[in-house]
């Protein structure tokens, strides 16, 4: 069933699906007040060998559209990625309490660029595009203690980098720059609705 029910003024002919589990993408895409479904991607997400953040994240944010597309070829499908990425290195989700110790420890003080992609793609109209957003952004120089603080009561566990500038790791940052404001927390919206309009879903 459809997460959000449509008006008469934003009924799309297209089904919208949201190829991502992620409960983040999921209240970002639901700001825009249009009907979706979500899906998980099956997909691998294992970094190929030498492969830089910003092509880690494309790649995987098509995979993940072309994935549900190729169930779903009627739909309009959008897949999103994020990757951390410290002087080239990508970092993703830390999954657990130490690895997002380790995390922090080496962005502290540093600037790190979250490279948040997304791929919308149709497979019955060969409609395929996708972007990129990089968000630029830099630590404080954090103490162990604050470090722990964050950690045990945020548990940001599941995003990438081990913070959540939504919410009390803004007081991890001295500043954010970026063009699309809703791409840190996974989803650059400006990108997508530019996408799914071209796609065939109106959003106004």
């Known amino acids: 069933m459809p997460l959000h029910m449509p008006t008469p003024e934003n009924h799309s002919k ?9 409960p983040y993408r999921r209240e970002l895409l639901a700001r825009l007040g249009i009907a979706f479904d979500v899906e998980r991607p099956e997909v ?5 060998p030498g492969e830089k953040p910003a092509a880690l994240a494309m790649r995987l944010a098509l995979a993940k ?3 549900v597309a190729r169930h779903h070829p009627e739909a309009v499908v959008i897949g ?8 080239g290195e990508p970092l993703g989700k830390p999954g657990n309490h130490e ?3 380790e995390q922090l ?3 502290s003080g540093q600037t790190v660029i979250f490279q948040t992609a997304v791929a919308v793609v149709c497979l019955s109209s060969g409609f ?13 120089t954090l103490t162990e203690a604050e470090i722990e603080h964050y950690l045990r009561t945020e548990q940001p566990y599941d995003c990438a980098g081990s913070a959540k500038s939504e919410g009390l790791g803004i007081a991890l940052l001295e500043r954010i720059e970026n ?3 809703t791409a840190l927390v996974g989803l650059p919206l400006i990108r997508t609705c530019r996408m799914i309009r071209a796609a065939g879903v109106p959003i106004l």
Do not use: N
């Open 65 to 67: 559209a072309r994935e």
């Open 179 to 181: 063009d699309d404001p």
């Open 99 to 101: 690895r997002a110790v």
């Open 105 to 107: 420890r080496r962005m």
């Open 44 to 48: 691998d997400e294992t970094p190929q």
């Open 128 to 140: 395929e595009q996708s972007d990129l957003a990089a968000v630029q952004v830099a630590f404080r």
């Open 80 to 87: 999103s990625d994020q990757v951390a990425d410290l002087d």
């Open 14 to 22: 297209r089904r919208l699906i949201l190829g991502s589990t992620s």
